[in-house]
């Protein structure tokens, strides 16, 4: 007889080939969200991609001596004796 193949699938092929699937959709959702950028810039994804965060610029003296004047840590008077004095200084050193 030309065209047999036997009974078919049994039922724990069905189950089997039901599982792959769905282990291979799983698989690739995982990768698709794993390889597209987050749009979050603190995510652990976007530290371990192998993107090095940019280091923090060190503030000048200058933005320095504002912030403590905002803060309240120096008053009026010192401040601006302090920033004569970075001026002065930087002037000197050109």
Do not use: C
């Amino acid at each position: 007889m030309m065209g047999w193949y036997g009974n078919g699938m049994s039922g724990g092929g069905w189950v089997f080939m039901g599982l792959f699937w769905i282990a291979l959709i799983a698989l690739v959702v995982w990768l698709v969200l794993r390889l597209l950028p987050s749009k979050d810039a603190t995510s652990s994804t976007r530290a371990t991609s192998g993107r090095i965060p940019a280091a923090p610029r060190p503030e000048s003296p200058f933005e320095i001596l504002d912030r403590r004047l905002a803060q309240g840590d120096i008053d009026a008077p010192t401040y601006q004796a302090h920033r004569a004095a970075l001026t002065a200084t930087r002037a000197g050193n050109r």
